[in-house]
Nanobody
Framework: QVQLVESGGGSVQSGGSLRLSCVAS????????MRWYRQAPGKQRQLVAY?????????NYVDSVKGRFTISRDDSKNTLYLHMYNLLPEDTAVYFC????????????WGQGTQVTVSS
């Protein structure tokens, strides 16, 4: 079964930290580019960060989270992480992970999401 399952969301105050996890199954995880998105009510889903396959890979971030979020992966555990520090109310959203192995195949896989709420 192909599945992405996010966890680690919760409620924190401004300045707090959370670590999100995304466990993948049913795919050859090491060859997939993994991404974190977030979506707040009434807003478009936006890309937060992505990380390419570990062999010659790189990590990239949207400007608003640079210096505060770190994306990483553990291929031995088929798991993607997002370490979030110094959280702000504007970070409140449902966070989704996604996976793709373009150009080999065009499909993009999505998890169900995990809620992050940051209060001020």
């Amino acid at each position: 079964q192909v599945q992405l399952v996010e966890s680690g969301g919760g409620s924190v105050q401004s300045g707090g930290s959370l670590r999100l996890s995304c466990v993948a199954s049913g795919i050859i995880f090491p060859i997939y580019t993994m991404r974190w998105y977030r979506q707040a009510p009434g807003k478009q889903r936006q890309l937060v960060a992505y990380i390419t396959p570990s062999a010659g890979g790189s990590a990239n971030y949207v400007d608003s989270v640079k210096g505060r979020f770190t994306i990483s992966r553990d291929d031995s555990k088929n798991t993607l992480y997002l370490h979030m520090y110094n959280l702000l109310p504007e970070d409140t959203a449902v966070y989704f992970c996604s996976a793709d192995n373009r150009p080999v195949e065009s499909r993009v896989l999505w998890g169900q999401g995990t809620q992050v709420t940051v209060s001020s």
